[in-house]
């Protein structure tokens, strides 16, 4: 089975940074770009950044833009995002999401992990 | 950056039909993905490329497009597609392109 377990999510104070990850399974993960969606609770989903198979090519919403990177270890089939200067607005859950089709970027994105809390408080 | 505009909210008696609508710039030019989102789970894909379902998903879903409205229909909605369901596409205004999402509908089957 496919399956995206993200972990890294917790409590940070505004200023702070946090780096979560994203382990996969049951497919090729090199073939694949992979992709960080936010979603605040109770509101819609955010699409925050992508990353192509090989690592070399990476893009990010104007919101996370300069604070946020996402980078991948296809050795350990892990996808990342570290944040930094944090603020309350970055509070949500956050998705890894696998692009639906092999060596391409279609921006369907299915299957989704079952997301990870970030909480931005003082 | 590119919006997608969705009803709040739709409701449907068991059986009948509803009809979702997304509406934006970007649709014009990129067939729109839907989504399904349960409450207290992460979303599943349910069409793609205007009108494809990913295996698993009923023929009961269906999708279609013209100019820049896109659509998702129910047809003889089930007790488990209540939901809140968003559509998606890529942002037409960035570049590199950047992936957008709808405001999202709630449907809740009366």
């Known amino acids: ?122 | 950056s590119s919006e997608l505009t969705q009803d709040p909210a739709v409701s449907v008696a068991l059986g009948q039909t509803v009809r979702i609508t997304c509406q934006g710039d970007s649709l014009r030019r990129y067939y729109a993905s839907w989504y399904q989102q349960k409450p207290g789970q992460a979303p599943i894909l349910v069409l793609y490329d205007n009108n494809n379902r990913p295996s698993g998903i009923p023929d009961r879903f269906s999708g279609s497009s013209s100019g820049n409205i896109a659509s998702l229909t129910i047809t003889g909605a089930q007790a488990e597609d209540e939901a809140d369901y968003y559509c998606n596409s890529r942002d037409r205004s960035a570049y590199p392109l950047e992936g957008v999402f709808g405001t999202g509908t709630k449907v809740t089957v009366l």
């Open chain 1, 1 to 122: 089975d496919v399956q995206l377990v993200e972990s890294g999510g917790g409590l940070v104070q505004p200023g702070g940074s946090l780096r979560l990850s994203c382990a996969a399974s049951g497919f090729s993960f090199n073939t694949y770009y992979m992709h960080w969606v936010r979603q605040v609770p109770g509101k819609g989903l955010v699409w925050v950044s992508r990353i192509n198979s090989d690592g070399t090519s990476t893009n990010y919403a104007d919101s996370v833009k300069g604070r946020f990177t996402i980078s991948r270890d296809n050795a350990k089939k892990t996808v990342y995002l570290q944040m930094n200067s944090l603020t309350v607005e970055d509070t949500a859950v956050y998705y890894c999401v696998r692009d639906k089709e092999e060596w391409l970027l279609s921006w369907w994105f299915d299957p989704w992990g079952q997301g990870t809390l970030v909480t931005v408080s003082s």
